[in-house]
């Protein structure tokens, strides 16, 4: 049973690579657990990418730790939080060396921010299904 992958998958690293690639721009079903394992993580430079097109802002504003929290790299930190399945250790490595908690601090606050401003929810929304799987 330790070759067991996504709770559905018995074989060896090869086959569960073959698998992954048969399922790439599929909808799984809800009941599938491991779904978003199955089918892959966006990497943070493809997030920061799409968010930096939508907000017309230079990626290095985003990725770089000076300048304050921008809209644009709070809303990457959240999608790289969300879809990226790396720990916020790593994510606040990303984004200049912020501290693991300042990670869920940040999604936190810019869910709440999206209750208030519906035109940022609008675009979370948009850039939502470029990324859910």
Known sequence: MRNLYG????????????IKGMLE???LSEGIVERKR????????EVVGVVSEAFGVNEGEIWGRGGGATTARKVAIYFCHRYTGLGNGAIGELFGGIHYSTVSKVAARLRAEMVKDKE??????????????
Do not use: T, Y
């Not at 709770?7 to 073959?18: A, K």
């Not at 199955?38 to 430079?45: A, I, K, R, V, W």
């Open 25 to 27: 721009g599929k909808r």
């Open 38 to 45: 199955l089918l892959g993580h966006p990497p943070p430079e």
């Open 120 to 133: 940022l929810s609008k675009l979370m929304n948009r850039l939502n299904s470029h990324f859910k799987a």
């Open 7 to 18: 709770q559905v998958i018995l074989g060896d690293e090869g086959f569960i690579e073959r």
